[in-house]
């Protein structure tokens, strides 16, 4: 381990504020490249994307803001029947808090929340929120369209996925780790997504340890710059050639609390490994899978698998 391996090890930088990236150009394809061989080795790359623009990232941290300075009874109301679809904090979760808007990208997610939120409305927070979730979607399709051009599966099969996927923004704040207090924000782990899109608006703090190594690597929090990761639900589709990234949030530079945004994406529908990733030297290895059937076997004692155990106990083949 040491600092010297970690320098050299820099995470994938892909530029999707360049124009000339458009599917089938040269810039596109050599994209593609880079962005399979980061999911496949570090479950992740870093996406440059200047859609969201610095006033508007100054909307969002203000309504970051707005839903932390409620109290923690209206926060604890968001509720709802899909697993891990809920408030989470407290507990295990000392320093973490997080707050979800489900089917955010549904015409209604955003004024359902706020209604939750302020019963009087607040036309301004769904407004901005609406704004952002949107820019950030299309930030997610463009992610999984390069993952299914980079293994050769087609637009049309890559268009129906995505119709009947599934996304949750969460709110996330961790406090200022007390003295003598774990300084551990969040615990090592993988998503269980398909992808999760973090927006380090303001502090840094999240590490990612890269496929096979003992090391990890800090993110630096960028408002322009989204980390796009790999979770179990594409490690899963693409036959476990996508690694789902292993992350954890470490709270020891920071002087005051640190507040992030998250896309995270679901698939709705049973989902099976296409076939362009199954041959000869990779057999299927995955079994049909139901995204919140496997959402809802998640529980505190099965947190620290790795998440191949925990998807070979669920569809190993
Ligand atoms: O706060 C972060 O940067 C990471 C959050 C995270 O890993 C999660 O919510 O699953
Ligand atoms: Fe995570």
Request: proline residues 4%; contains cysteine; glycine residues 6%.
């Amino acid at each position: 381990m040491g600092s010297d391996q970690t320098q050299r090890h820099q995470l994938a930088v892909v530029d999707l504020t360049d124009e000339s990236m458009k599917p089938g150009s040269e810039a596109w394809v050599s994209a593609c490249g880079v962005v399979r061989r980061a999911l496949e080795e570090d479950g992740c790359f870093i996406a440059l994307y200047d859609k969201v623009s610095p006033v508007l990232c100054d909307s969002v941290r203000s309504a970051l803001g707005e839903v932390f300075d409620l109290p923690l009874e209206t926060r604890k109301q968001l509720t709802s029947n899909k697993p891990l679809h809920y408030y989470l904090g407290g507990s295990w979760l000392s320093l973490y808090e997080s707050v979800p808007i489900c089917n955010v990208l549904s015409d209604n997610g955003c004024q359902k929340f706020a209604h939750i939120m302020w019963p009087q409305g607040n036309d301004r927070f769904c407004e901005v929120m609406k704004e952002y979730v949107k820019l950030m979607g299309g930030l997610d399709r463009v992610a999984k369209r390069m993952v299914f051009d980079s293994y050769g599966v087609d637009k049309d099969r890559c268009d129906s996925f995505l119709e009947s996927n599934d996304y949750m923004l969460r709110f996330i704040k961790y406090r200022k780790p007390e003295k003598d207090e774990s300084e551990l924000g969040l615990h090592a782990h993988s998503d269980l997504t398909l992808l999760s899109l973090l927006h380090q608006l303001d502090l840094g703090g999240l590490e990612v340890k890269p496929k096979g190594k003992d090391y990890w690597i800090e993110v630096d929090a960028s408002p322009s710059s989204f980390v796009i990761m790999a979770g179990d639900s594409l490690k899963m589709w693409s036959n476990g050639r996508v690694h789902s990234c292993e992350h954890r949030v470490v709270m020891n530079k920071a002087e005051r609390p640190r507040y992030c945004m998250g896309l995270f994406s679901f698939n709705g529908k049973t989902m099976e490994v296409p076939e362009e990733l199954v041959d000869d030297h990779n057999p299927l290895r995955y079994k049909p899978f139901d995204n919140y059937e496997y959402l809802r076997l998640w529980n505190i004692s099965n947190v620290n698998d790795p998440a191949e155990v925990r998807l070979a106990n669920y569809c190993g083949v």
